[in-house]
């Protein structure tokens, strides 16, 4: 751009190149080919299993095994809990050296 005066005129006939500009035209096919790539699923490890364990029938036996095996352990540790408790109770009447007397034992030392 040597001169001002030339400027204008570049301008125009920028912009006179694109009156003759068309619309570009794609593949007909294109967008039915790009909506069916979206719309098409992956089939990896993790989808195949998430739709075998949301069925109905897979996800009720799982929660009905998880709450059989739940009850089973609380059950069990219940039990062995008061085993524990009853010989904890002997282990350390030994090792203090106490004895449990009854009251029949207490009254008949009295006399």
């Known amino acids: 751009m040597k001169d001002k005066r030339h400027i204008p005129e570049e301008v125009d006939k920028t912009l006179d190149s694109f009156e003759g500009i068309q619309r570009a035209s ?8 790009v909506q069916a790539r979206l719309q098409k699923e992956e089939t990896n490890f ?12 897979i996800a009720v036996a799982g929660v009905t095994i998880a709450i059989i095996i739940n009850a089973a352990v609380f059950y069990e ?10 010989d904890e109770e002997q282990v350390f009447a030994s090792e203090y050296n106490l004895s449990t007397n009854a009251i029949y034992d207490a009254t008949v030392d009295q006399q």
């Not at 794609?26 to 080919?33: I, K, M, Y």
């Not at 219940?78 to 408790?85: D, G, L, P, Q």
């Open 26 to 33: 794609a593949n007909p096919f294109l967008f039915t080919r």
């Open 46 to 57: 993790w989808s195949q299993a998430f739709a075998f364990i949301s069925r109905p029938a």
């Open 77 to 86: 540790s219940r039990s062995e809990s008061v085993k524990n408790t009853q």
